[in-house]
């Protein structure tokens, strides 16, 4: 591995490694066994064609592209570790498989028994990240463990290609978006804030584009390139998060969250004390109450919880 490059996805920065010719890693920051085998004299250079495909890859993988040719790669392990990962790389693009059924299909192809233990060492040594499928494993119950990146990330990969489900940070608002994201907002509100005065929805829906277009951060949830959910977020503090009524209870709100806390360092929130369901929400992720207000920021009777969540190692809610 004789040349890296940085580029930076929408889960993170990733490192990428070259022979010169083929790609030999791909290394999300901080994640395990990065940079595993990488040469100590490896040297930047960022406009190796290797590298520009596999940008390219990537800017279509996280945009939704099905069925993109991924760069040539070279993975250097040892012949056990090189069948584990030519079983990975047949496991199709949204399927997945379990650690047990996938040392079947190692056994079988090596003509000899293994373990999933074996084969789960072996998955998490992948030098090539995303490209390589090993977030298409799951434990024996269908569990999301044991990927070397963070199972957060494990959960978006599967919900890009499970759902078409596409998470981005935004920095233009155009006026459209911010139309879209509106509708979101009020459908949300109608759906779940029903300890809402009358006619308090519309009191308030005409600051919300504005409330939108002013945040210093904004994440997008989209699919099919419909805005489904959306959070906004200044410094550590999540300002507003709100999800399409279609779409709930299909893990929108917690990607956003995850996304927030693992890469944007989200670590406050406030909540209608009345809005049980979100208040449970936010303490399954983590997040534990340590102020009230009797009113909102309004003065309206709709008392606020601040809720704070502790940093933690592997930034992942349980």
């Known amino acids: 591995m004789r040349h890296t490059t940085a580029y930076d996805t929408p889960l993170g920065e990733v490192l990428l490694a070259s022979d010169g010719r083929a790609l030999t890693g791909l290394w999300f920051a901080g994640?395990?066994?990065?940079?595993?085998?990488?040469?100590?004299?490896?040297?930047?250079?960022?406009?190796?064609?290797?590298?520009?495909?596999?940008?390219a890859w990537l800017r279509a993988y996280f945009a939704g592209e099905k069925d993109v040719e991924p760069p040539e790669l070279l993975l250097a392990g040892t012949p056990f570790q090189r069948c584990v990962?030519?079983?990975?790389?047949?496991?199709?693009?949204?399927?997945?498989?379990?650690?047990?059924?996938?040392?079947?299909?190692?056994?079988?192809?090596?003509?000899?028994?293994?373990?999933?233990?074996?084969?789960?060492?072996?998955?998490?040594?992948?030098?090539?990240?995303?490209?390589?499928?090993?977030?298409?494993?799951?434990?024996?119950?269908?569990?999301?463990?044991?990927?070397?990146?963070?199972?957060?990330?494990?959960?978006?990969?599967?919900?890009?290609?499970?759902?078409?489900?596409?998470?981005d940070e935004v920095s233009e608002r155009p006026a459209a978006l911010v139309r879209s994201l509106a509708g979101v907002w009020e459908r949300s509100v109608r759906a779940t804030h029903g300890f809402l005065l009358p006619g308090e929805v519309e009191r308030m829906a005409p600051v919300v584009p504005g409330a939108v277009e002013g945040v210093p951060r904004l994440l997008v949830a989209s699919r099919a390139g419909v805005p489904v959910g959306f959070l906004g977020m200044g410094d550590a503090f999540v300002k507003m998060l709100f999800v399409d009524p279609a779409s709930r209870g299909r893990g929108v709100g917690r990607l956003l969250m995850e996304r927030a806390v693992c890469l944007l360092g989200a670590r406050e929130v406030s909540v209608n004390e009345q809005n049980a369901q979100a208040v449970g929400f936010y303490e399954h992720l983590g997040f534990s109450a340590y102020r009230r207000t009797p009113v909102d920021d309004d003065g309206r009777p709709y008392p606020l919880l601040f809720m704070?969540?502790?940093?933690?190692?592997?930034g992942v809610a349980p």
Request: glycine share 12%; proline share 6%.
């Open 85 to 167: 990962w030519a079983a990975l790389r047949e496991v199709p693009y949204g399927r997945t498989v379990t650690y047990g059924e996938l040392a079947s299909r190692v056994a079988a192809s090596l003509g000899r028994p293994t373990s999933a233990r074996a084969v789960g060492s072996a998955v998490g040594r992948n030098p090539v990240s995303v490209i390589v499928g090993c977030h298409r494993v799951l434990g024996a119950g269908g569990e999301l463990t044991g990927y070397a990146g963070g199972v957060w990330r494990k959960r978006a990969l599967l919900a890009l290609e499970r759902e078409g489900l596409v998470v």
């Open 31 to 55: 994640q395990r066994h990065a940079a595993a085998g990488l040469s100590p004299d490896a040297s930047p250079l960022d406009d190796l064609p290797v590298f520009d495909v596999a940008r």
């Open 308 to 314: 704070r969540r502790p940093d933690r190692d592997d």
